[in-house]
C-alpha cells in the first residue's frame, strides 16, 4: 500500500506520530540508531529533512542506513528540489504556502517535478504554514508568519490547502521553537478543514503533547528531542501522551 494509504489507514484507528531527522547533524549510522529507538518508543515514520542544503548522496546515505533497521515508511521533508531521493518511500510534496518567495510557493516544486516521477517516489501533497515564531525555517522560506493570535489567518491557509486539493495540513511553529503552535490555533483550523492535520515545532514535554492532541492535531512531529541525551526516554513519554490525548 502507498504511504497516503497507510497514513490513512492509521489515522482512522489514532494518531500518529513522526520522527523529524536532520542529514545534517550527524552521520547515516547515527541516525539509523535514533531512528529504530523511535521506532521502539510507538513512532509510525520517519521524516528526512532540514532547512540548509542537502545533497543526495548525503540523502541516499542517511535513508539506506536507517531502512537496514528500520521498518517504518520514510518520507522526505524537502526544503528544494534538490533534497530528492529514490530510497525514500515518499515525498511531501509540499507549497509553503505563507512563503513571500514564488521559490517556495511552486518554483521549487516544479524543478522537483520532474525527478520525483523520474524516481518513482510517491508525492504527498501538503499545505506547509509557517506559525510564529518560524524559527530558521522561517527565515530560509521567507515566511510571513502567521501571528500566534490570529486564528483566522491560520484557517485561512488551511482552508486554502485544502481546496488546492492537498491532503495534510501541516502547522509549523518551527525546529526548536520555545513553544508549540497555540492550542487555540489548532483547535480553530481542526474545526475548520477536514483533511488530517500535522502540528510540529516546539514540542518537548508530554503535557505539550497532550494539549495538541486535544485540541484536535492528527499527527504531532517532533525533531529536535530525540537529539538530546535522555531524549529517547522523553520521546516515549511525549508519543503515548499525544496517542492517549
Ligand atoms: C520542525 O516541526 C518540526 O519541522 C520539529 O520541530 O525540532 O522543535 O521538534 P522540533
Redesign the pocket.
Known amino acids: 500500500m502507498k504511504v497516503m494509504g497507510q497514513i490513512a489507514e492509521k489515522l482512522a484507528r489514532g494518531r500518529m506520530h513522526m520522527t ?1 531527522l536532520d542529514p545534517d547533524k550527524l552521520v547515516p549510522d547515527e541516525h539509523a540508531t535514533i531512528a529504530a529507538r523511535a521506532m521502539g518508543s510507538g513512532t509510525d515514520a520517519i ?1 528526512i ?1 532540514g ?1 540548509t542544503g542537502i545533497d543526495q548522496a548525503s540523502l541516499d546515505a542517511v535513508i539506506g542506513a536507517i531502512k537496514k533497521k528500520v521498518s517504518l515508511p520514510v518520507i522526505l ?1 524537502p526544503m528544494g528540489a534538490r533534497a530528492l531521493s529514490a530510497k525514500a518511500d515518499a515525498v511531501y510534496f509540499m507549497s509553503l504556502l505563507n512563503s513571500r518567495d514564488p521559490r517556495f510557493l511552486t518554483r521549487e516544486q516544479a524543478m522537483g517535478a520532474p525527478f520525483i516521477r523520474k524516481l518513482g517516489i510517491e508525492p504527498i501533497p501538503m499545505g506547509y504554514i509557517i506559525v510564529e515564531p518560524g ?1 530558521k ?1 522561517g527565515e530560509v522560506g521567507q515566511a510571513e508568519p502567521v501571528r500566534r493570535g490570529d486564528l483566522s489567518a491560520a484557517i485561512s491557509y488551511s482552508l486554502c490547502a485544502q481546496y488546492f486539493g492537498m491532503k495534510l495540513v ?1 502547522l ?6 520555545p513553544e ?1 503552535v497555540p492550542a487555540e490555533m489548532v483547535k480553530a483550523v481542526k474545526g475548520a478543514i477536514e483533511i488530517p492535520l500535522i ?6 514535554k508530554p503535557e505539550q503533547a497532550r494539549v495538541l492532541a486535544a485540541a484536535g492535531a492528527d499527527i504531532l ?5 530525540v ?1 538530546s541525551s535522555d531524549g529517547v526516554k522523553r520521546l516515549g513519554d511525549v508519543i503515548k501522551a499525544f496517542k492517549r490525548g
Not at 509549523?172 to 521553537?177: R, T, V
Open positions: 523529524l521524516m529533512g532547512s521533508f524559527m525555517v501541516y509549523e511553529a518551527g525546529s526548536g521553537a508549540p502540528v510540529g515545532g516546539g514540542v518537548r512531529v517532533t525533531g529536535t528531542l537529539e
